[in-house]
Antibody
């Protein structure tokens, strides 16, 4: 059974760096063709893909956010970490991590991050 | 970047109706397209991958078709549980893209 869970702060101030952790079980990120991605959704708006890391440590980023994002994995801990720098109120959203074969078949419950002073 | 455009943005339909949602890519994505369903306050759920492959456990009234730049999601006979927002997502290119969503409402 594959499960994922996001953790991190619920409130960050403008200009701060957001660090989110995805802790998963039921699969290994050392298995061929497996990845973990991050997707966000501002309140009432559409899904937006942010980043994806693969079993072989290949990393992909949304072009519009690439300069602000870093994705890493710790295979031994079954965790993937996303950092986003220079947070702004427009980054207020629910952030999801998801198991990926380039599409996303298992999702975490999501964590709402609010950016406000 | 590959842009994904869904139409319509909102669709009103009745239980039992056959409905079709369209997703167009700004360039060819072969068959590298997925469809998701999201209900209010819930996590997105994968319905279809590789344009037409039904995810395990998804009812057979859902089907996907298309290749290249034009794709469709069809629900053959709407059930009360199907009123939700539907998203397409391409995974052909280095960067992934979701469509803007189609909200399926009760008429």
């Amino acid at each position: 059974q594959i499960t994922l869970k996001e953790s991190g702060p619920t409130l960050v101030k403008p200009t701060q760096t957001l660090t989110l952790t995805c802790t998963f079980s039921g699969f290994s990120l050392s298995t061929n063709d497996v990845g973990v991605g991050w997707i966000r959704q501002p309140p009432g708006k559409a899904l937006e893909w942010l980043a994806l890391i693969y079993w072989d440590d290949d990393k992909r980023y949304s072009p519009s956010l690439k300069s602000r994002l870093t994705i890493t994995k710790d295979t031994s801990k079954n965790q993937v970490v996303l950092t986003m720098t220079n947070m702004d109120p427009v980054d207020t959203a629910t952030y999801y991590c998801a198991h990926s074969h380039n599409y996303f078949d298992y999702w975490g419950q999501g964590t709402l991050v609010t950016v406000s002073s | 970047d590959i842009q994904m455009t869904q139409s319509p943005s909102t669709l009103s339909a009745s239980v039992g109706d056959r409905v079709t949602i369209t997703c167009r890519a700004s360039q060819s994505i072969s068959s590298w397209l997925a469809w998701y369903e999201q209900k209010p306050g819930k996590v997105p759920k994968l319905l279809i991958y590789k344009a037409s492959s039904l995810e395990s456990g998804v009812p057979s009234r859902f089907s996907g078709s298309g290749s290249g730049t034009e794709f469709t999601l069809t629900i053959s006979s709407l059930q009360p549980d199907d009123f939700a927002t539907y998203y397409c997502q391409q995974y052909n290119s280095y960067s992934l893209t979701f469509g803007q969503g189609t909200k399926l409402e009760i008429k």
